[in-house]
């Protein structure tokens, strides 16, 4: 068994620290990359209410035919 030395120590704290090093490595790029996919589903979000308004503007728009043709079919009837 290895006689436990100041210099032995020292080694493996360093290699604890390098370990600790590439962890924290690891979890920052994936902290980046939930925030790159957080980000793209935002703009997804944003995109589909903004469609949604849009279909939504449209069916104000067919309604409103809708009624405008039901009063004029009203009216053509009452003068026959």
Avoid: C, P
């Amino acid at each position: 068994m290895a006689e436990v030395s100041n210099e032995l120590i020292y080694k493996l704290m360093l290699d604890i620290q390098a370990e600790q090093k590439a962890i924290r490595a690891n979890m920052e790029q994936g902290f980046a990359d939930i925030r790159a996919e957080q980000e793209a589903l935002s703009a997804k979000v944003g995109t589909i209410a903004d469609s949604m308004v849009s279909m939504r503007k449209q069916m104000d728009d067919q309604t409103t035919s809708t009624r405008l043709i039901a009063v004029a079919v009203d009216e053509h009837s009452h003068r026959l």
